[in-house]
């Protein structure tokens, strides 16, 4: 409502629903007419049969030919032998339409997921399982004829390090994180995790290793407290406490008139995007996987809060792999080792000093925001 409002856009999307109420409208009262003419046509016939069948009733009975009791039988008759042409009637249009209806059912309830556990899955078990990711030759497109997303990507993050990815707008960096998590599975190239592919864990048990704040954090309708324990529903009140004060969040749920228990809303509308953000930050903490990756964790928090996040992060990721994702090169400075990316490839390599030693994309990527 806010965007139409903004854009005056309010009066033409209006208009737009109000053909579209038309059109369903017009669709309707075709598809009555035709089911009208069908009873119609249905209904002359019967009535003309059963009025046909006992005027000849009638002219036997006359001549002496029937009986009394002949007639009434014959109108017992009649009714039974057009009952099926009323059924039929009826039930083809109802047919109709659940044909139409299943048709889409079917189509949801038939699609096959790309991505599933394989038989015999090893299951990935944080703290024995070590979080060593690898990317190899990894090969990624979303659709087949689009330009990849990723090419040839080759990159490790070593059990407890503290790896930042940092490019340009649509150079691959969220793509990464959807390959990590198993949304989708490489074309060409392979994903480890601990010297194994990720395609023969058990899905559940890989994205049990795997904490993430995404680039667009998703609330759902319900309570702080609930939205928190989407990531450890055992977790006690304690923990969650812990989890907020951590992501800088607790004060300000504190002073809520309701607390941990205060309704945010779908898509945690009542909140501010700094305060959603910072939720989601508790969230990730809260699930304590062995490895972290933060999506741009703290893109709508203000710079007070970002440092105060920045120094609970850099206590939690210690000895934890984490992959850290931003745009402001500030929060990745403090990162073992930074890559580059470029349109979906590895173009640079190695700690902030190293990069800036020599003249090349990061240097490109810090110039232009200072
Ligand atoms: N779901 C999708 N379907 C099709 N193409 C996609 C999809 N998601 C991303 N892309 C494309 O893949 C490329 C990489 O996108 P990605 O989201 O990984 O970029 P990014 O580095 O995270 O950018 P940003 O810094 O803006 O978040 C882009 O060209 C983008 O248009
Ligand atoms: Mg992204």
Known sequence: MTTLKAFNASDRH????????????????????VSLIGTGFIGLLTGAGTSAAIGIGSVKMAGGAATMADLLLILLLVGECFRPLLLLDRYWHVGYMGIAASTTIHRLLDAQPEVRSPAGAVRAIPGVT??????????????????????????????????????????????????????????????????????????????????????????????????????????????????????NIHAFIADLPQGYETIVGERGMRLSGGERQRIAIARALLKDAPI???????????????????????????????????????????????????????????????????????????????
């Open 14 to 33: 209006g208009r737009q629903r109000n053909e579209e109420a038309w059109r369903l409208y017009r669709a309707t009262m075709l598809q009555m007419m």
């Open 130 to 247: 070590r979080p060593a990711v690898r990317f190899q030759h990894v090969h990624f497109s979303y659709n087949a004829s689009e330009r990849p997303a990723l090419v040839d990507l080759s990159f490790s993050i070593d059990p407890g390090e503290r790896v930042a990815l940092v490019g340009r707008s649509g150079a691959g960096k969220s793509t990464v994180v959807a390959l990590l998590l198993r949304f989708f599975d490489p074309q060409h190239g392979a994903i480890t995790l601990d010297e194994r592919d990720l395609r023969e864990y058990d899905l559940e048990s890989l994205r049990r290793m795997v904490a993430v704040v995404s680039q667009d954090t998703y609330l759902f309708y319900g309570t702080i407290a609930d939205n928190l324990r989407l990531a450890r529903p055992d977790a006690t009140q304690a923990e969650l406490e812990a989890a907020a004060q951590a992501a």
């Open 292 to 370: 972290l990756i933060l999506d741009e964790a703290t893109s709508s928090v203000d710079a007070a809060n970002e440092a105060l996040i920045q120094e609970a992060l850099e206590r939690l990721t210690a000895g934890r792999t984490t992959l850290i994702i931003a745009h402001r090169l500030s929060t990745v400075i403090h990162a073992d080792r930074i890559i580059v990316l470029e349109a979906g490839r590895v173009v640079e390599s190695g700690t902030h000093d190293e990069l800036t030693t020599h003249h090349g994309a990061y240097v490109q990527l810090v110039a232009a925001q200072t």
